[in-house]
């Protein structure tokens, strides 16, 4: 006791600036590696790509400051458009097949009475499935000789050209990255339901509210806060999607799958032009943070309401 | 029945004729969907094992009529297995004790620490977050270049550490442990590296194993960032030599492919079943914070 009275007494006589260092000494210490990383591997290329969206970036010649025209290049490309346009059905796709979903599928799968682990573990079965064993899977399964045909020839006699054809590339992509995700977003619904107390669906029940009511009022409104989180989550991933285009179409037939994600990379890597894949880079910080500005006010009034 | 906790339905419920008609729709949904999970793994792996013939007859198989092992030993030739393999485990190890090392120490310090501008480090960490990948994607290949790091694996391990989201993770797990057990310890005379290693750590072992597989999927997975930044193929993990070789090939039957397909689907399945519980607790640890 003694020993902790004179360390108090000793505290109070040492002068405060010294006692602050004192203090914030190891907490700093413990911090610094991270703030190290975090500036060399992250702020500095992020200050970086707004730094080269001004230049013309050349390994040899060094880089040359040239204003706007980056900017004005990436503009008046003609494929802009096409990218833009394809990133947005992409995501819309994504949205209409792989946000709905998981919701249905997990509140399906709490009202099992039996099988319940195993069909949670089915479900996010191809989410451990590695990428690229991904797309070799579905190389197969969209071959003009293969599953996906023969599943379409038992209801009549079409037949698909599944990663060729220039009008469902974009939705066999979808499907197949569907595949493998939605298990993950099924399961953190699942969390979510399971989380929401029992008497309210005895409550309800007891006056009388049936099954699908007790749905809708109950445990909707009950993972509402994850749909919001979901559908940031999953807009902010589609948004840069590029590598199951680059694996299964190569941003083809005719740039039906050249998303704008894909368009950097190969502005970059194709081209070169690494100023120019800077600007779109910087573009795309703009729209996105504008955006998800707009949804954040839009969540926050409907939690007023 | 009448000891199980209820869900949505209530037993009371199935006497209805309409809901049973319901949840027999509902069963039946959930079949055909467990059955489109599970075929594509079905027709990877016994298609492995057949004769290009048989994949391609009709009416189609499933199981092969005939073990065909020498598929997987004309596979091996075009994805020599060791190497790559050893250069994945090269690339975790090293991602998970430099990652598991920075972001420790530095969501311990946020959580447990005195420390000046607190909010305004927090905020250092997070608004990364915000910002995509496809705005410095780019950039940073090139400030990897800049630092004469390319074709180097601490391009990797490196940069492992900086993932706010794995702070952020550790952080809400060390905000629940009780302050006063780090207060007891430092009254105690213990330093705060001591309270570090021999208080946190240890309790935090069920943290670390959950980031540590989601190191182990995405080390494993990322083919396209190590084809990017290695530069010598004899650097590439597994992911992108099976990428090169077999995805991006033409000529391979796809009997071979399947091979080296169900060989290398085969080991994070295994690590999935394994630890199928820490897994499924850090889903819903990062659901719940998100």
């Not at chain 2, 706010?164 to 009254?187: H, P, Q, T, V, W």
Request: glycine letters at 6%.
């Amino acid at each position: 006791m003694s020993t902790q009275a004179a360390r108090v007494k000793e505290r109070h006589t040492v002068h405060p600036l010294i006692k602050k260092t004192r203090d914030y000494f190891w907490g700093i210490l413990f911090l610094l590696p991270a703030l190290i990383v975090f500036c060399l591997f992250l702020w500095t290329p992020i200050a970086k790509g707004v730094m080269y969206s001004f230049m013309h970036v050349d390994f040899i010649k060094g880089n040359e400051f040239i204003g706007l025209s980056n900017y004005r290049e990436v503009l008046a490309n003609s494929a802009l458009g096409i990218s833009i346009w394809n990133t947005i059905y992409y995501m819309l796709l994504c949205v209409l097949f792989g946000f709905w979903v998981p919701s249905i599928v997990s509140i399906a799968i709490s009202e099992l009475r039996r099988f319940q682990g195993a069909m949670r573990l089915i479900v996010y079965l191809p989410h451990i499935v590695p990428a690229v064993v991904l797309y070799g899977m579905w190389q197969w399964l969209y071959d003009p000789l293969g599953p996906a045909n023969q599943i379409a020839s038992w209801f009549g006699n079409h037949q698909f050209m599944w990663l060729t054809d220039k009008s469902i590339a974009m939705i066999s992509i979808v499907i197949a990255e569907t595949w493998q995700a939605f298990g993950g977003a099924t399961l953190i619904y699942l969390a979510g339901i399971v989380g929401i107390s029992k008497d309210l669906y005895e409550a309800a029940e007891i006056d009388g509210a049936g099954v699908l009511q007790r749905i809708r009022h109950i445990t909707i409104p009950g993972i509402r806060h994850l749909y919001v989180l979901m559908f940031i989550l999953q807009l902010i991933s589609t948004s840069q999607g590029f590598m199951t285009h680059m694996a299964l179409t190569g941003g083809g037939p005719n740039n039906a799958t050249l998303t704008y994600m894909y368009q950097i990379i190969n502005e970059a890597f194709t081209n070169l032009n690494f100023g120019r894949a800077s600007a779109m880079g910087v573009l795309m910080f703009l729209v996105l943070t504008s955006l998800s500005i707009v949804l954040y006010h839009f969540q926050g009034r409907s939690k007023e309401a | 029945m009448s000891n199980r906790e209820r869900s949505i339905m209530s037993s009371f419920d199935f006497k209805k004729g309409s809901v049973q008609i319901g949840y027999s729709i509902m069963l039946l949904a959930l079949l055909v969907l467990a059955v489109t999970m599970l075929y594509p793994f079905a027709t990877t792996i016994f298609s492995s094992f057949k004769t290009n013939q048989e994949i391609f007859s009709f009416p189609p198989t499933l199981f092969p009529h005939q073990f065909q092992w020498s598929n997987y030993a004309e596979g091996f030739k075009y994805v020599d297995f060791i190497r790559p393999l050893w250069n994945t485990l090269i690339l975790f190890g090293g991602n998970a004790v430099i990652s598991l090392m920075i972001v420790s120490l530095a969501a311990f310090s946020l959580s447990q620490m005195k420390l000046p501008f607190r909010k305004g480090v927090t905020l250092f960490f997070m608004s990364t977050l915000m910002i995509p990948s496809a705005t410095y994607m780019i950039p940073s290949f090139l400030n990897l270049q800049s630092l004469g790091l390319i074709d180097s694996y601490w391009a990797f391990w490196l940069p492992a550490g900086a993932s706010a989201f794995n702070i952020m993770l550790l952080r809400s797990f060390f905000d629940g442990i009780n302050k006063e057990l780090f207060e007891a310890g430092r009254l105690d005379g213990a330093s705060e590296i001591r309270c570090f290693y021999r208080l946190a750590v240890p309790m935090s072992i069920p943290v670390f194993s959950t980031l540590l597989i989601f190191s182990f999927t995405s080390t494993w997975n990322d083919w396209y960032w190590p084809s990017l930044v290695l530069t010598s193929p004899e650097k590439y993990p597994l992911a992108s030599v099976v990428y090169r070789n077999i995805i991006q090939s033409f000529n391979l039957t796809w009997n071979v492919k399947f091979s080296v397909l169900t060989a290398i689907m085969v080991p994070p399945l295994l690590f999935f079943l394994f630890f199928q519980k820490n897994i499924m607790h850090g889903l819903n640890l990062s659901g719940v914070k998100g």
